[in-house]
């Protein structure tokens, strides 16, 4: 079930993104609470539940057409999760007036080969990550 995350989620926002294998953060403090919050409250983050349990989100930047976070616990990839919290994620930014969105992933992953799959288009790197975009 797919629905909108209220600030008592973020914990378990926390613990969903800290659980994936691939795409760790090599820094988790570089993401703090106030982030979470403003994404939460600023347009909003996209959650799935099983049995009441969150095991996805997604999260849209309006402000610059990014794509934030997408995230699927162990366990549950490959169940169309992901797909769509990613299409949450665009219908946010297609609402806020955003043509482009972008995103950014690590290479050789499961993530690149989802976003190449989706229509995502390499157009570079940023930071040392893949740089993909893809018009809305």
């Not at 969150?54 to 930047?61: C, P």
Request: proline residues 4%; contains cysteine; aromatic residues 10%.
């Amino acid at each position: 079930m797919v629905r909108k995350a209220i600030l008592t989620d973020v914990p378990a926002l926390k613990a969903v993104r800290s659980s994936v294998v691939e795409n760790m953060l090599s820094d988790p403090t570089k993401i703090t609470d106030d982030d979470y919050d403003w994404y939460v409250a600023n347009p909003g983050v996209a959650v799935w539940e099983e049995n009441g349990e969150i095991v996805g989100f997604s999260a849209a930047d309006p402000r610059d057409g990014n794509i934030w976070a997408l995230f699927v616990a162990p366990g549950f990839e490959r169940k169309g999760i992901g797909s769509i919290l990613l299409a949450e994620a665009c219908a946010c930014l297609k609402s806020a007036g955003i043509g482009r969105a972008w995103l950014t992933t690590d290479p050789n992953t499961r993530a690149e080969k989802f976003y190449r799959a989706a229509g995502w288009e390499r157009v570079g790197e940023k930071d040392n990550e893949l740089l993909f975009e893809r018009s809305l």
